[in-house]
């Protein structure tokens, strides 16, 4: 609970039920970025397709319905700063990454391409039990990359959302980054059918909302609460002495030194990011894991060395990137 227990948001806004707070995504600052999916489209010849965006508790596209929902806390300026102090708040690029994500899906129940013959074969059956432990094949050339841990290979709907996705990133030169990939024949798919149904509107032009804003009932402070008891942190991993090795500072030493879980907190965001990227582990394991780290490391009175900052951080990301392939591997983050 420490990044909870730190942010200093206004009373009221924290007791304040969330359908109560008026949110509304028109005249937010995510208005802007909803506009500018809406031009990427219409330049990529999608012209009738045009998914309703809407505020909810997270990203999500509900299974079917061509419609995206967006977390709430990015529509209000002192929910964000909440957010970001959480560690999870997404920055522009972020933002527009999952908007194409979601468009992928809102365009495939659109147009209800999972039930054509093709769509199947490229990218399996639609109706695969949907796992949340999934366990990727790092590398892998049958799958683009977009959003981090190798998310195409989730689902089919998922591969189809990311190829979308990439299909539609502006500027990106989709046809030399996957050359002679396999992943090159689901995206010269995606710029097929676009081609073909730009112009047609949709068999499918509304959906069913799923959690709107205007109906979730916890307020603020019990939305982040549970967010934080509904994690496992992983406090029972024996990481003493790894993180003595990585932090050799006397703590005698007085100058140009500095906390080390300072330095691991102010780092946080991008050490759980990359991490999660390349090892394909889920990012809530991966940043309870990472918390768990900072944990130790503030219970230890590890002390970082400030003109080796960049070394100590470079062997944390090492070392939990380890941690988290062991995950991937074998089922634990350490071997008893």
């Known amino acids: 609970m420490h990044a909870f227990e730190k942010t200093t948001p206004p009373e009221e806004l924290l007791k304040k039920p969330i359908r109560e707070l008026g949110l509304k995504l028109e005249g937010s600052p995510l208005e802007r970025f909803v506009s500018q999916l809406y031009r990427e489209l219409e330049r990529k010849g999608v ?6 965006c809407y505020l909810s508790d997270e990203w999500g596209c509900p299974s079917g319905e061509p419609i995206i929902g967006i977390p709430f806390y990015l529509a209000n300026p002192e929910l964000a700063q909440l957010e970001k102090q959480m560690d999870e708040l997404e920055d522009a690029r972020e933002i527009m990454m999952y908007l194409r994500h979601e468009a992928g899906h809102a365009f495939n129940y ?3 391409l999972y039930k054509m013959p093709e769509w199947r074969e490229l990218f399996g059956p639609f109706r695969r039990p949907y796992r949340e432990n999934y366990r990727p094949v790092p590398f892998s050339r ?3 990359r977009h959003i981090a841990g190798w998310y195409a290979q989730k689902h089919p709907d998922e591969d189809f959302a990311e190829t979308f996705a990439v299909w539609l990133t502006p500027r990106f030169r989709w046809r030399e980054r996957y050359r002679g990939w396999g992943a090159m024949a689901k995206l010269r798919y995606v710029d097929r059918m676009a081609k073909k149904l730009g112009r047609v509107e949709p068999l499918r032009s509304r959906g ?3 959690v709107p804003v205007e109906e979730i ?3 603020v402070a019990d939305y982040y609460r549970e967010a934080f008891e509904g994690e496992k942190l992983f406090v029972d991993l024996p990481l003493e002495n790894d993180l003595g090795d990585i932090f050799k500072v006397s703590k005698r030493r007085k100058r140009g030194v500095r906390p080390a879980v300072e330095l691991l907190r102010e780092n946080h965001k991008a050490v759980v990011d ?3 990227y390349w090892t394909g582990v889920q990012r809530p394991l991966v940043k309870n894991m990472v918390r768990s780290i900072e944990a130790k490391v503030g219970e230890l009175g590890l002390i970082a060395d ?7 951080l470079v062997e944390v990301t090492a070392y939990a990137t380890t941690l988290a392939m ?3 591997t074998r089922g634990n983050f350490v071997q008893p």
């Open 326 to 328: 062991n995950y991937l």
């Open 142 to 144: 049958r799958y683009v």
């Open 274 to 276: 990359k991490v999660t």
């Open 306 to 312: 400030v003109s080796a900052e960049r070394e100590h």
């Open 217 to 219: 009932e916890t307020t």
């Open 208 to 210: 069913d909302k799923d």
């Open 47 to 52: 012209c009738r397709f045009r998914p309703l």
């Open 110 to 112: 659109a147009y209800e």
